[in-house]
């Protein structure tokens, strides 16, 4: 198969011009298009249109791309008749196909724009709430770019989840420093900072710069050392204060707030996790399950003559640190991850060509699916989601041990660590 293309360049740049249509007489009135405390003052749209076409054997197909990038210029009004302006900025693309001319519509920004984008801004301006609290970066999440669609949903559990996941420590000699929202600004709403600010009684500040939040950990700060690295605990911490914690209503109407730099809000919560951590064996239970890494791949095989085969392949693996669980713990693991994670004692080889059967101590399991003959080329290995399995499937088991903490007892935990987690 071959592939080419022809840049044919920029086709008239235009300006939209909004305002008011009288259907009765046809007569035109120039002005901003007003919804309700958003105005659409006018809209720039610019083109550029790349030619392209490719050959199979006999099969040829030519057809057209257009790339259209929008820039929306808006105004939201105040009752006191003040306004804030600012500029939205997206792309999208045109699909057309020769000599028929059928086109095929990527998602369309003026839609986005009047059916997502401005009921927001409208809605988080009747709760009260501050032009200038409002959420840009979010805001501008929504709008489709040429490298990523539109993900036009409100703040949820799992995006709360997501910010604990992420979070990052630096650790010095006399201090802890927590890094939340690397990579997550939009998600960064006043609703799951200050929750996280009261789990640990912290201060996350934005920096402009870096655009992460940062805050050290209170002098006082101490985690059972023996047992599990700081990192861990403080994400074990948090995922509790999650779970008893989030109020979806409440994070509904927030989540388009961004964080005060000024006033510290704190939320009343059920326990105080730092004087009231969870027992030895949900800790030691928390690090081993936050060990988990699993992968995904596709492979595949050539076969002269005959169709080639390809295959998924998905692994599950967690360390062993020095304690093993109750089968009835790994029994309930495999259930929820439908898997069949075994204990394998330490192997080491002395020959280079079996090299890559070497591992340590782990709990591991390997599953084949989806096996199938492919007319033509088969896919040479390739990932297809393992940094996805790996953090939905911790999700999973999260979710259910964290619900029914009691299964942890004294039986879960069969050897005692004896050795120390930095």
């Known amino acids: 198969m071959r592939n080419c293309y022809e840049k044919l360049g920029p086709i008239d740049d235009i300006t939209c011009e909004t305002g008011i249509l009288n259907i009765d007489n046809g007569e035109k009135e120039k002005s901003p298009l007003k919804l309700n405390n958003v105005c659409i003052e006018d809209i720039e749209i610019a083109c550029q249109a790349t030619k392209k076409y490719y050959r199979y054997g006999l099969s040829y197909n030519e057809y057209v791309e257009l790339e259209f990038q929008y820039v929306f210029h808006l105004k939201i009004l105040c009752q006191n008749e003040d306004y804030y302006s600012f500029i939205m900025k997206a792309d999208c693309m045109k699909h057309v196909d020769m000599p028929f001319y059928d086109m095929t519509y990527d998602i369309s920004p003026i839609l986005v724009l009047a059916k997502n984008i401005v009921p927001l801004i409208n809605r988080h301006i009747s709760f009260g709430n501050p032009i200038r609290s409002l959420n840009f970066s979010y805001l501008e999440k929504l709008l489709p770019q040429r490298d990523r669609k539109s993900n036009v949903h409100s703040f949820t559990f799992e995006d709360a989840l997501d910010i604990i996941y992420n979070i990052q420590i630096i650790r010095g000699n006399d ?123 596709i492979n595949g095989q050539y076969r002269a003559g005959r169709d080639d085969c390809e295959w998924k392949e998905k692994t599950f693996t967690i360390p062993y640190k020095g304690f093993k669980i109750s089968n009835k713990i790994l029994s309930k693991i495999n259930e929820i991850l ?78 005692s660590y004896g050795i120390d987690t930095v």
Not at 186 to 200: E, F, R
Not at 246 to 254: L, N
Not at 360 to 387: K, M, N, Q, T, W
Request: hydrophobic fraction near 30%; proline fraction near 4%; glycine fraction near 2%.
């Open 175 to 297: 201090y802890i420093t927590i890094i939340v929202g690397k990579g997550m600004k939009p998600y960064m709403n006043s609703y799951i900072v200050n929750l996280i600010n009261s789990i640990l009684n912290v201060d996350l500040k934005l920096n402009n710069v870096s655009n992460i939040y940062k805050s050290d950990l209170p002098k006082l700060f101490d985690y059972p050392k023996g047992i599990i690295s700081a990192e861990k605990y403080i994400k074990c911490l948090l995922y509790l204060g999650l779970y008893d914690n989030f109020d979806e209503s409440k994070s509904r109407k927030e989540y388009l707030i961004v964080p005060s730099s000024q006033s510290l809000e704190y939320i009343a919560l059920k326990r105080n996790y730092l004087n009231d951590p969870p027992s030895k064996n949900f800790i030691q239970f928390f690090d081993f399950i936050a060990d988990l890494n699993a992968t995904n791949h």
């Open 338 to 415: 439908e898997t069949n994670l075994n204990y394998q004692e330490e192997e080491k080889n002395n020959y280079s060509w079996n090299s890559n059967k070497n591992h340590p101590a782990r709990y591991y399991s390997f599953e084949i699916y989806e096996h199938e003959y492919v007319p033509g080329l088969a896919c040479s290995r390739e990932d297809i989601g393992s940094h996805e399995l790996t953090k939905e499937s911790f999700y999973k088991l999260l979710d259910y041990f964290i619900k029914n903490d009691s299964i942890i007892d004294s039986n879960s935990i069969t050897e």
